[in-house]
T-cell receptor, first 113, second 113 residues
Framework: GDSVTQTEGLVTLTEGLPVMLNCTYQ??????LFWYVQHLNEAPKLLLK?????KRPEHQGFHATLHKSSSSFHLQKSSAQLSDSALYYC????????????FGLGTTLQVQP | DAGVTQTPRHEVAEKGQTIILKCEPV?????LFWYRQTKIQGLELLSY????????DGGAFKDRFKAEMLNSSFSTLKIQPTEPKDSAVYLC???????????FGSGTRLTVL
């Protein structure tokens, strides 16, 4: 079946350094990919979703590029901020139903001063 | 606009008890989802409703978990009987808006002793 892999459970870096959180997937179809962010004691919120026309989605300084050849949708940001500290989930939708999602295990990003 | 509302925020149950978690989706949203969140499994889909009809009832969770949607603005998730392994955060989400975005509630943290 379809699956999403996030290899890092915890990423710790210093404010101002670039961020890259890994996400790879397995799917029989051409799925839609998503990144959700969950700050402490808050609800998960949509951060980014892939487009069908290969545009690169961007939001709050984050971007991700869907690479079908490598089945990846890594999350990147040029300069980390303290407020970026949160739990990040990569997810896919195989049917186009953007609510029925298969999630990875999540990566906790800790940004230190 | 009000977001997704979940009650209670915290629930403590003894093994074998019956508990009912409640969710009010965003007004006007037709799709409602229940997810379970744990560190070991990440987010797992439990149930999915479209226009109050049950579309998916996650296989591994069928025997003791029952989600219902009696009207378009209210859903419940019943766990009967509870087991310690059910300790998790239960998230309700609804889907809607022009961008078909999934909106999560803040969740109910269940602890089963």
């Amino acid at each position: 079946g379809d699956s999403v892999t996030q290899t890092e459970g915890l990423v710790t870096l210093t404010e101002g350094l670039p961020v890259m959180l890994n996400c790879t997937y397995q799917s029989t179809y051409s799925p839609f990919l998503f990144w959700y962010v969950q700050h402490l004691n808050e609800a998960p919120k949509l951060l980014l979703k892939s487009f069908t026309d290969n545009k690169r989605p961007e939001h709050q300084g984050f971007h991700a590029t869907l690479h079908k050849s490598s089945s990846s949708f890594h999350l990147q940001k040029s300069s980390a901020q303290l407020s970026d500290s949160a739990l990040y989930y990569c997810a896919l939708s195989e049917t186009g139903n953007t609510g029925k999602l298969i999630f990875g295990l999540g990566t906790t990003l800790q940004v230190q001063p | 606009d009000a977001g997704v509302t979940q009650t209670p925020r915290h629930e403590v149950a003894e093994k074998g008890q019956t508990i009912i978690l409640k969710c009010e989706p965003v007004s006007g949203h037709n799709d409602l989802f229940w997810y379970r969140q744990t560190k070991i499994q990440g987010l797992e889909l439990l149930s999915y409703f479209r226009s109050k009809s049950l579309m998916e009832d996650g296989g591994a969770f069928k025997d003791r978990f029952k989600a219902e949607m009696l009207n378009s603005s209210f859903s419940t998730l019943k766990i009967q009987p509870t087991e310690p392994k059910d300790s998790a955060v239960y998230l309700c989400a609804s889907l809607g808006g022009l961008a078909e975005t999934l909106y999560f509630g803040s969740g109910t943290r269940l602890t089963v002793l």
